[in-house]
């Protein structure tokens, strides 16, 4: 069975705290993706990587960073975390096909 | 850049009368398209997608969807809803020409009633 696990369902952190969000997928798959979901605005792509130390820009970087140094692992990094940096994080995975992607269980995060 | 509408916040419907949920696209090339459901604190499951062929697509719990080039438009249907389709519901587009990235609509937020 397909699966992308995400390392935390709720993490509380300070302003000001560098967060790790970690996440692992078992499908082999070269894309992964991480997506921040906000009530009205539907998911906003971060950055995505389309294959081991490779990455690119989404359409919100501001603020962030990532990781992929193995093709199963896709760590993303809130260097300073702020306020406006509370939301539920998704990670997704896919193959470079037509095929659809597949979601983590999402970890929702609060900056305090 | 693509872009996804999905012009309704919400949808009630009954349960066992038809359940349709909105959606209409943007891309330069073809589209991929895609629909997901989120139940509560959970992440997002797919349902249907539509890349080729046919313009009626079967998905997963007896969701369709119709693509309609020319409206640019790719609806979500169910001839009859149930209690448990309660949630929420995204709609996603993939440009062929930008095989990475996956945008989303807002989502629709689907309340059926006993």
């Known amino acids: 069975d397909v699966k992308v696990t995400q390392s935390s369902r709720y993490l509380v952190k300070r302003t000001g705290e560098k967060v790790f969000l970690e996440c692992v997928q078992d499908?082999?798959?070269?894309?992964m993706f991480w997506y921040r979901q906000d009530p009205g605005l539907g998911l906003r792509l971060i950055y995505f990587s389309y294959d081991v130390k490779m990455k690119e820009k989404g359409d919100i970087p501001e603020g962030y960073s990532v990781s992929r140094e193995k093709k199963e692992r896709f760590s993303l990094i809130l260097e300073s975390a702020s306020t406006n940096q509370t939301s539920m994080y998704l990670c997704?995975?896919?193959?470079?096909?037509?095929?659809?992607?597949?979601f983590g269980q999402g970890t929702r995060l609060t900056v305090v | 850049a693509q872009s996804v509408a999905q012009p309704e916040d919400q949808v009630n419907v009954a349960e066992g009368n038809p359940l349709t949920v909105k959606c209409t696209y943007s891309?330069?090339?073809?589209?991929?398209l895609f629909w997901y459901v989120q139940y509560p604190n959970r992440g997002l499951q797919f349902l249907l997608k539509?890349?080729?062929?046919?313009?009626l697509v079967k998905g997963s719990y007896g969701f369709e969807a119709e693509f309609n080039k020319s409206q640019t438009s790719f609806h979500l249907k169910k001839p009859s809803a149930l209690v448990s389709d309660s949630a929420l519901y995204f709609c996603a587009v993939r440009d062929i020409w930008n095989d990475y990235k996956l945008s989303f609509g807002a989502g629709t937020t689907v309340t059926v009633r006993a």
């Open positions: 891309v330069s090339g073809n589209p991929y």
């Open positions: 499908m082999d798959h070269e894309n």
């Open positions: 539509y890349i080729t062929g046919d313009n």
């Open positions: 997704a995975s896919s193959t470079p096909s037509l095929a659809e992607a597949f």
